[in-house]
């Protein structure tokens, strides 16, 4: 229980870091862009990963609220949902891991669109899962673990 807890605080420090200072990125187009990086997970949680799931949805309910408060701002807030990527941080963990140069271009790729959301991956078909049958997809999840 106690290293959830640590994850937990990490995580909601995170979030009070982030919007005490907004630092959005360079413009694009003359829109400054504030980024979210959340997960699939966000939306559907792993049975193995509860508070890492609770506080990945608590960041895309941060996120949501935050498009609201900058929507007449020149900020725009963008959700960046993608699925396991290949990192040294997932080494050894999952398998058909995306590449991170994958990743960037898709969300190179929704930056341009214009898109507030960006699912990446197996993240795009988890989202319409979940959205068409959220009981299928929390059973789907559930059996990965």
């Not at 994958?102 to 341009?112: F, G, S």
């Amino acid at each position: 229980m106690q290293c959830g807890i640590e994850e937990f605080d990490c995580s909601r420090s995170g979030i009070s870091s982030k919007t005490s200072d907004i630092d959005p990125l360079p413009s694009v187009e003359g829109v400054d862009v504030q980024d979210t990086v959340t997960t699939g997970l966000a939306l559907v949680p792993k049975t193995s990963s509860a508070v890492y799931c609770g506080t990945k949805g608590g960041w895309r309910l941060f996120t949501k609220a935050l498009q609201n408060q900058l929507e007449e701002t020149s900020i725009r807030t963008i959700d960046i949902l993608p699925p396991v990527v290949d990192t040294p941080m997932t080494a050894g963990r999952g398998k058909n891991k995306m590449s991170s140069k994958k990743v960037a271009h898709e969300i190179v790729r929704a930056l341009k669109g214009g898109r507030d959301e960006v699912f990446v991956g197996k993240t795009k078909l988890l989202h319409w899962v979940s959205r068409l049958s959220p009981g299928m997809a929390r059973r789907i999840m559930k059996r990965l673990g």
